[in-house]
């Protein structure tokens, strides 16, 4: 998680330094937006919460103990703030666009066709999941979280976060979606 | 490896399905764009970092682009606590609400089940809120069968509903040709809901829309036809609401951003009655700015509603316990056939404002059987911000007047909690117990504070 540059950021800015405040925006930034993405599935509303957080994290660096991890912390504010807006705006789990608006017009006819059979499939292999199993897998392999801050944001212990991704990419299996994940895989890491 | 062994540890190898729901995300994400600069983000900022260092921050909420009536923590002014009214609230509120409660019959049914026998070419209601959930009696609410027509675009309101919490209407959008209007949020529909004295109902910001099913909502606006169900917050009721409900539904469409009216030139409308009108994927503008744009046209649909309204029990309470220096106020309590509110004063100090992350339900029993949560997780909660900007207390309860603008108040000291508690023997000792959900310092071994509530229903 980089805790040695954390530390002697999050020091400095609870010394008041901005730029060191600064640095751990910059820092941060990319977790921090995913991971409102994930609950909040709104571009104005992400950008809302997780300006607020860091309102949230200014405010309460006096009380953050020097030594301990900054993101977990971090994360479970943005969370916060994006359940309270979430709430308010209808806690989105919004379906998203057709796969074949998202794939790249320089593909090839054919793995383009492929991808979005697969986007399709994985999609409504997806819809038929609990809306905490695709909210777990969103956090894990878009937000990038880990497994112990999956937790902390969903307020659920470790060993539900595992059970639950298993479940989830058990039933993902199931459904054979994964043959088809196989093909883009191939072609992605070749 | 098993996928279950491979998902144990944070750094395991990835299988191709875990690979493939990156890539997957990528794509899906993508249309919502990059994270904002952070240069922005620190200009936003500046104003309160260089107000004074860390510990002294100025306590001021940045105000938030969300939409109509939801887009904030909205007021609820603090009232009886202060004055000293409520023995006179509480004998009005119990012989008023109970005598109107007793009317209505014992849950026995869900709403989601009614919503799957009206259309039962459609796939089961999968994603609607499970506080809508609620159990009703399957003869509450009215079948009205409503149609009025906009651009070859058939709107129908199906059935509605009210109580002391909520008003439900539900509706369906038929298209003659090409693809149905969606339900609000995702699409091109906007509804308000208006009494007879022009007193505006908010919609419920715990779920404000339903689709009909999660199929119709990954199609949401792509299809023939859509079927919706609109929740509107019933907090604006006020004094002693007649046993009928009558209500002005309207509807405005608004396509890539801007609101269409009927009757008007404007190509837009014409785009927007064929549904070739995209849901966009980035707005042109605010959404607050479309919908104050569009309200101050013509509404395409407007329907005039006599909605049955089964009451509820209000209970007010004003009860104070404090635990580990903080202090929780349970206000008052309103049991209803479609949910139980219970409204909670609570103060962080540093903000002088409700928490951020206000304190969690962690358990309701009547008489000393569990009543909720039905089962031990954080999304079935029941935590709730709600309320109305610029909201009174007056003497028969809170009022919500009519507000063009209810995104600017970020001012309440109190928290709304919707908790779905079927209605079946609700009377009884009540034990209502809160957990602290403040973020935990890092390190911080004690256990969160509670707050344990005991009440008579």
């Known amino acids: 998680m980089g805790e040695p540059v954390d530390g002697e950021l999050v020091r400095q800015a609870r010394l008041g330094d901005p730029s060191a405040f600064q640095h751990l925006v910059d820092l941060y930034a990319p977790i921090a937006w995913r991971t409102a993405l994930v609950f909040l599935k709104d571009r104005h509303l992400a950008e809302d919460a997780v300006q607020e957080a860091w309102l949230d994290v200014w405010r309460g660096l006096p009380r953050f103990r020097e030594g301990e991890p900054f993101r977990p912390w971090l994360v479970t504010l943005i969370a916060n703030r994006c359940r309270k807006a979430g709430r308010n705006a209808r806690e989105r789990d919004v379906p998203l666009d057709d796969a074949a608006a998202l794939v790249s017009d320089a ?58 991704l298993h479940r989830a990419l058990r039933a993902l299996r199931d459904v054979h979606v994964a043959e088809r994940l196989a093909l883009v895989n191939e072609e992605e890491l070749a | 490896m098993s996928f279950f062994e491979q998902t144990q540890t944070d750094d395991a190898p990835e299988t191709n399905v875990e690979q493939a729901l990156r890539a997957y995300y990528r794509h899906e994400f993508e249309r919502f764009g990059d994270a904002p600069a952070t ?204 046993t009928t409900l009558h209500m002005h539904l309207a509807l405005w469409p608004y396509c890539a951003g801007e609101p269409v009216f009927p009757g008007s030139p404007d190509p837009r409308a014409q785009a927007a009655l064929a549904a070739q009108c995209p849901t966009p994927t980035s707005w042109p503008k605010s959404l607050a700015e479309t919908l104050a744009q569009a309200h101050a046209g013509p509404p395409a649909f407007a329907f005039d509603l006599a909605i049955p309204f089964y009451g509820g029990i209000p209970v007010t309470l004003g009860q104070t316990l404090t635990a580990d220096g903080k202090t929780v106020t349970l206000e008052r309590v309103v049991v209803a056939p479609s949910e139980t509110r219970l409204f909670v004063h609570v103060i962080d100090p540093q903000i002088g404002l409700a928490p951020s992350s206000p304190p969690l339900v962690t358990s309701v029993t009547v008489d000393g059987k569990t009543a909720y949560p039905p089962i031990a997780d954080r999304a079935d909660s029941g935590f709730e911000v709600v309320g109305c900007a610029q909201a009174t207390n007056q003497e028969d309860g809170f009022d919500c007047p009519p507000d063009p603008n209810p995104s600017l108040d970020r001012t309440s000291e109190y928290v709304v909690y919707h908790l779905g508690i079927p209605v079946v023997a609700v009377q009884g000792q009540w034990v209502v117990t809160f957990r602290s959900d403040e973020p935990q310092m890092p390190g911080d071994k004690n256990p969160p504070p509670t707050w344990t509530f005991r009440f008579q229903i």
């Open chain 2, 39 to 242: 240069d922005a983000q620190m200009a936003r900022l500046a104003p309160e970092i260089e107000a004074d260092g860390p510990s002294t921050v100025n306590p001021t909420v940045a105000l938030t682009s969300g939409r109509r009536w939801t887009g904030g923590r909205r007021g609820w002014r603090r009232g009886a606590r202060r004055g000293g009214l409520l023995p006179a609230l509480v004998a009005a509120a119990l012989v008023m609400g109970a005598a109107a409660f007793v009317a209505a019959p014992l849950v026995v049914h869900i709403i989601g089940d009614r919503l799957s026998r009206r259309w039962p070419d459609q796939p089961p209601l999968l994603n609607g809120d499970p506080r809508a959930h609620a159990a009703h009696d399957q003869h509450l609410g009215r079948d009205v069968h409503l149609a009025e027509t906009f651009a070859g675009q058939t709107m129908t309101v199906d059935w509605i509903y009210a109580d002391a919490n909520r008003i439900v209407v539900d509706y369906t959008v038929q298209a003659s040709s090409g693809q149905a209007l969606g339900c609000s949020p995702l699409s091109l529909l906007d509804e308000y809901l208006t009494d007879d004295a022009g007193r505006q109902y908010p919609m419920n910001p715990n779920d404000p829309y339903v689709p009909l099913s999660l199929h119709q909502q990954v199609f949401l606006g792509r299809g023939p036809s859509v079927a919706c169900e609109v929740v509107f917050d019933a907090v604006a009721l006020a004094g002693s609401p007649p």
């Open chain 1, 107 to 164: 593909e090839q006819p054919e793995s383009r066709v492929q991808r979005v059979e697969t986007f399709d499939a994985l999609r409504e292999a997806l819809a038929d999941l609990p809306q905490e199993q695709r909210r777990m897998l969103e956090l894990r392999y878009f937000a990038d979280l880990e497994l112990a801050e999956i937790a902390a944001v969903t307020s659920v212990p470790v060993g539900t976060v595992k059970s639950r």
